[in-house]
């Protein structure tokens, strides 16, 4: 009994294995934004990212069920420690990763830091498209969640979705916004710090891969749906930071990097914006 949760655990646990090599490719370096700006913006390694999130998630279709009855087994669930860490770990993903973003772009605004405002303007960014998919396709798939009584993880319903919590488990909406966040950060911090990849990257994922374990063990979510809620977030974090510095002068980062943000005597906060001709 005591061996059963180890196993199950280190079963999704290969996420954190396949995600950290996801933000190498493609990104840039200081030095190197030239290079990057015509780096396209899919390549031939997204396709390998995807094929091997795609077995993953398919690979845990066979056994979803087993792993959901050892993970709600009570020597499993009589740890008073771990059940509390795991909520608290689900609201760091949701809504603390929104927050998180909103935070970090505001005070790089206000204090005149950058990286910290693009970091969090990315992230929040990431987390609002891959929130967005991951919505629709819980609609669309209408999948019965595990607590569910005499449920099974085959229980998918063309657009049972909508409007009933019950029925959207695939995929894993905490699990999606926490890997978006993930992807931003090592993406990000590659350009300040390439060198601390080896370090932001396996933290960084290893941090979204525990929302994604929390969800398991509180039986909201299959695994399957876990693993394709971290090729969502993985995938839109990527895109949204490699489409940004590909074209700096978008039309989000001039509104809300460009502006120029500082104190105004008597009035608050003064913001403005300087037009490029």
């Known amino acids: 009994m005591q061996r059963r949760v180890p196993r199950s655990l280190a079963a999704v646990g290969w996420l954190v294995a396949v995600a950290p090599v996801a933000v190498l490719p493609g990104q840039a370096v200081p030095g190197a934004d030239t290079a990057h700006t015509r780096a396209p913006l899919f390549t031939w390694r997204d396709a ?5 999130f795609a077995a993953l998630t398919a ?7 087993s792993l959901a009855t050892r993970l709600q087994d009570s020597s499993a669930q009589s740890h008073r420690t771990l059940k509390k860490a795991s909520v608290d770990i689900e609201y760091a993903a949701d809504p603390g990763a929104v927050v998180i973003g909103v935070s970090l772009y505001g005070i790089g605004r206000l204090a005149g830091w950058g990286n910290v405002a693009a970091l969090g303007l990315h992230e929040t960014e990431a987390v609002a498209v891959s929130g967005a998919i991951e919505t629709l ?10 607590y569910l009584s005499d449920t099974t993880p085959d229980r998918f319903r063309f657009g049972r979705g909508f409007g009933n919590a019950a029925y959207q488990s695939f995929p894993s909406g905490h699990t999606t916004v926490a890997f978006a966040a993930a992807a931003v950060v090592s993406g990000e911090a590659q350009r300040w710090w390439p060198r601390g990849t080896w370090l932001v990257a396996p933290a960084a994922y290893g941090g979204a891969t525990l929302v994604g374990l929390a969800r398991m063990y509180n039986n909201a979510h299959w695994a399957s749906d876990v693993a394709l809620g971290a090729a969502i977030g993985t995938f839109t974090g990527l895109k949204v930071v490699r489409y940004a510095y590909a074209h700096p002068r978008n039309a989000v980062d001039r509104a809300l990097l460009d502006a120029e ?17």
């Open 261 to 277: 943000v500082g104190p105004d005597p008597g009035r608050g906060v003064r913001v403005g914006w300087t037009v490029m001709r």
């Open 48 to 52: 390998a990212l995807g094929g091997g």
């Open 137 to 146: 396709l819980k609609g669309v798939a209408g999948r019965a969640r595990p």
């Open 59 to 65: 690979a845990m279709f066979p056994i979803d069920r």
